[in-house]
């Protein structure tokens, strides 16, 4: 399905080279979701994309899809550099993680305007997030990401009452990822065993918006909780585990 070129909003997800000049990216596209790239010749041509290239960016990129399955970026404009995300370890670490869930989450070329604004809004946050947590995948903000794309992906975890039986007046000791959300002691076999403030603290990163992740006054526990929530979802409806989780 050859076309013409278009212009598109996109963020840089990843990209690595492809041989002595080129260069394939991963990037999620307001317009049509996630598409691969490559920028060829990038060693003449560095001083038209220059860094605006680099993972994190936000970008107007100019894309040309041809016959095969990698479209061709003639051109790009600089929206957001995220520079000073890119350049901070701690942050840099949190926006590896954000950016592997979106790969992992978002690997159709479909329109999603609802994940590429998640997506945008999560890195403009990101350029000033403090050290806040032990390690870069407990931050705050990107717990919340992580949780509102398994929404908009259709998984949202049910953390309100037990998933399993609907009891709204027993306390919720668990998570189990076959019923969908957080269980109750009598439903809880096999469940992953949660604390009571690590279920009210996923639940408050997932309904309050990103900006205001920092507020939740998230515990050390409750964080580890909120993350083991993720990444069970992720092995039960996706069957994956982030690498950047392993190194953040
Ligand atoms: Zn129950």
Not at 150 to 163: M, N, V
Request: contains cysteine; neutral net charge.
């Amino acid at each position: 399905m050859a076309g013409r070129p278009y212009r598109t909003e996109a963020v840089v997800l990843r990209s690595f080279r492809l041989g002595e000049a080129d260069r394939v990216l991963h990037l999620y596209t307001l317009d049509r979701g996630r598409v691969g790239a490559v920028a060829k010749g990038i060693r003449k041509t560095m001083s038209r994309f220059g860094a605006r290239l680099e993972p994190l960016s936000h970008v107007e990129a100019l894309l040309h899809q041809g016959s095969g399955e990698l479209q061709t970026v003639t051109g790009v404009e600089l929206i957001r550099s995220h520079h000073s995300a890119r350049e901070d370890r701690y942050r840099l670490g949190v926006g590896l993680v954000g950016a592997e869930a979106m790969l992992r989450l978002f690997t159709e070329q479909e329109r999603n305007p609802r994940a590429f604004e998640a997506l945008t809004r999560f890195l403009d946050l990101l350029d000033d997030v403090p050290v806040r947590a032990a390690r870069p995948s407990l931050d705050p903000l990107v717990l919340s990401f992580q949780l509102k794309l398994l929404w908009l992906s259709g998984y949202l975890p049910h953390l309100t009452s037990c998933a399993e039986c609907g009891a709204t007046e027993q306390a919720l000791v668990g998570y189990s990822a076959r019923a969908g959300g957080a269980v109750c002691g009598a439903c809880s076999e096999g469940a992953l065993v949660l604390s009571e403030s690590g279920i009210a603290g996923a639940e408050s990163l997932l309904i309050r918006p990103l900006a205001e992740a920092g507020d939740v006054g998230l515990g050390d526990r409750s964080a580890r909780d909120a993350l083991a929530v993720i990444t069970a979802a992720y092995e039960y409806f996706g069957n994956f585990r982030l690498r950047a989780l392993r190194s953040a």
